[in-house]
């Protein structure tokens, strides 16, 4: 979610960017037209289509630490080697192994009754045989912020915030703070366990949605889990008799030690920069709930392909274009955090770059964190998108997506290509994300964005003004 | 699902009945304007759907024989004795009780992971740490009954047939034989368990449908379970790599023993000819993952409210309307068997009748079984329903709903007031099956059909037509 600081920071740069409008980073115009042609072929080929539906179906649920991070890994780079790229590596990724065996809820009273929730990712398991305890509801986590301990503590403290469809998915914004926030709130405030309405749009589906909670102090954790939509629904019913609600929660999982993955990487050699890198990634692991197609087999499967697209051009781009199946972006952005670590020393020669983690809607926006000079080559990419119905916004900066915000923060340029989100969030961490969600053609969409601009960006005349902590106010990307 | 034959049968009738058009039975003017009245009052009324929240909020899931079988009679007697109805009573009902305790399933090999699967109905368990075994797939029930035993024994058998949305639900005729059939035809030819792609029509949602299977023997039960769509669809791909495909059942349900419990009924006593009945319900019971919102939760509160109108009317109607809330419809038909076996010899006295099970769509088509002398009273009734959108088919029998299809087998003059069943399938035996999928002006809707039905039938001048064996022919109904 943007902050209107960055905002601000971006209109400074683009006012500067209209002094210098001369710009001295340009995009030949034989790229141009080679990367229209990519663009045009990308619109037809099938070749994302095929490695989501490879992954979701020979790997399936990818939850970081299970037994199929090791699958995914031995599949990313197998699938690598199979498309033709030149590099094929791994960076090892180091993160606390935390681990989801069974999870069940009810309504105790008045009224018994199942109820349909997950836990969250970080959260603590309850003691044998569940924990019971009257609910406190509350409507907002200011709410929660603002309640005097004596009325929460014992309690299992339920929030209800209801998020709605919007093609930029903006409801994540408190959907996601509710439950990444509240769950330590509540436990700094005596609570013993912690519910909400799942950061999720799909009103109908009893299949709630996970994802992380943050607990600064790991010993703070307290038992976390959503409900589905329906179930909150529900309980908001037997909430509103007036009568006393207790609920049981019976969660069996935790943080049993910790566990080193990969980042896997794939390259396509620049014919005269081989040092120099275009990044583009999506992230490897999933949720265990779904088999992570939306999320993110999707974004993995756009900047693999575009990569292979790259790869079959008659002439390769001047640059290398780097494609980076991230660790455990889930449960903390891991393998982003620790992409940036590594490569910190090098942030000049990351030409550009951004990761796809948004589903597989099509792309309608494209936004760029650049130096000044830089922005009119920038523009000439939004001329080869624009047919594609990606249209530029001047005024926002661009985050790079979720790990690769990480290597923006650390001044590699970035750029932002925003997905239509509006079902995202219907599908995100549960069950339901699976291949049948994807549509192969606004899947094509996207490898034709990614593939056009990688290729323009790897081919650019001068860079788009990477240099150590030259974008640091843009924040944490999307 | 209808037969031809039975359609053969009404066509007979209809013949008849052109020639009798005298008829003898007649609805007084009166009684037409008062039904008129009933029916707009009914359709701005919120009795049903504060009935449908009360019982699926209150009870929630209420499998046959399980804790809230009892609880859910227990809500049924004091409901009509809130609503006011003058005779509140229960009667027996026996059958076996099947318990679900847990159940999960995978895919071994060649690509492990889990599938959403639940049990059928009446399905075995699998012995300790589950069934694994290679599954054999079959795009037909007709395909699988040419099978050589030699081709499945010892296999777990998929049949993969689809479901599509229709107004009708015709599809689903070929779903539910597949689901109550196969298992016992694989059990016949040796198979080690059986599983199918869930009869339900929502593509994309991983709550599968469970339903009931039916082994003559119960001695010759196997494990029977339904994939959720996409689940079946991630099987059919893992299939098509042409290696066995191994599934792991972990299915801890069974037989345990027998139950009784009973159907409720709730009767407004007629004015002239209290012993004379018009039977309208639906069935308390539900399968146990979702509320029985649906199925049948708006059958139960389209009957309860339509008789609390009439009720409430300034004049009761000659006859008594009798409201029968159903024990175990989905396990069998037993709250219906035992209803039409205690009340065989009463049939003549059952004025005319008809059960609410498919949903809370609105009704859209009427069409009847009576005697030729009674279908101008039928015409009467349409018209008083035709502004509600419902379409008198005089071409088609009347099979008086799921239960009270047996009462009609004995020789009652029935009705099918067909609803609008095109998102039905979505929801019907799964979690899914919530408060949330009732839309309160379309059950409304339901409430004005049936308590003007009920008010004509109830007031007629003359009967039906029933008397023992009348209408055999026309069949189990819906």
Redesign the interface.
């Known amino acids: 979610m943007r902050l209107p600081l960055t905002v601000l920071a971006a209109s400074l740069l683009l006012a500067n960017a209209g002094i210098s409008y001369a710009a001295d980073t340009r995009i030949p115009d034989a790229t141009v037209k080679a990367a229209e042609q990519l663009r045009d072929k990308a619109l037809t080929d099938d070749t994302g289509y095929k490695i989501v ?1 490879s992954l979701t ?5 990818r939850i970081a630490g299970g ?2 991070d090791a699958r995914g890994r031995a599949w990313a780079i197998a699938k690598f080697k199979e498309l033709g790229y030149d590099k094929v590596y791994t960076e090892a990724v180091t993160y606390p192994l935390w681990q989801r065996r069974s999870e069940h809820g009810a309504i105790v009273a008045p ?4 109820l ?1 929730l997950t836990a969250l990712g970080f959260s603590a398991g309850t003691p044998q045989g569940g924990l019971t305890a009257e609910v406190v509801k509350f409507d907002s986590l200011d709410a929660l912020k603002a309640a005097d301990p004596s009325s929460v503590k014992g309690k299992i403290v339920y929030i209800g915030f209801r998020m709605t469809r919007q093609k930029d998915g903006h409801d994540y914004g408190m959907g996601s703070a509710i439950r990444t926030g509240g769950p330590a709130i509540a436990s700094g405030k005596g609570a013993a366990g912690f519910i909400l309405r799942s950061a999720g749009t799909d ?5 709630p949605h996970t994802g992380v909670t943050i607990f600064k102090d790991p010993t703070q954790a307290i038992p976390a889990a959503a409900l589905s ?2 179930d909150a ?2 309980l908001e ?2 909430i509103a008799y007036g009568k006393p609600v207790s609920v049981r929660l019976d969660l069996d999982c935790g943080i049993t030690g910790t566990f080193t993955g990969a980042n896997v990487i794939g390259e396509i050699t620049g014919r005269k920069h081989p040092d120099q890198i275009v990044d583009i990634g999506g992230h490897l692991d999933s949720w265990d709930l ?2 992570g197609a939306i999320d993110d087999g999707a974004g993995v499967a756009i900047a693999m392909a575009a990569g292979k697209l790259i790869h079959d051009m008659p002439q390769r781009p001047d640059r290398t274009v780097r494609v980076i199946a991230f660790a455990n972006e889930e449960m903390g952005l891991f393998g982003g955090i620790a992409y940036a670590n590594k490569h910190a020393g090098e942030v000049a020669k990351h030409q550009l770059g951004t990761e796809s983690d948004f589903g597989s809607g099509p792309v309608w926006r494209m936004s760029a964190s650049v130096k000044p000079e830089a922005r009119a080559a920038i523009a000439q990419i939004a001329g080869v998108l624009a047919p594609l119905g990606v249209a530029y916004d001047e005024t926002r900066p661009g985050g790079g997506g979720s790990d690769l915000s990480q290597m923006h923060g650390k001044g590699m340029a970035a750029l932002s290509l925003t997905q239509d989100g509006t079902i995202y969030f219907d599908y995100h961490h549960n ?2 994300d ?4 994807i549509d192969p053609k606004e899947l094509a969409q996207n490898v034709a964005v990614y593939a056009a601009f990688a290729y323009m960006a790897a081919d650019a005349k001068g860079d788009f003004g990477s240099a150590p902590d030259a974008f640091k106010k843009d924040g944490a990307g999307e």
């Open positions: 539906t179906t020979e790997v399936g649920p037994v199929n009224f018994a009754q199942p349909a009103e109908h589906s009893r299949t939509n329906p629904d529900q019913r037997v779904g088999t069950a339901n699976t291949l049948d969600k």
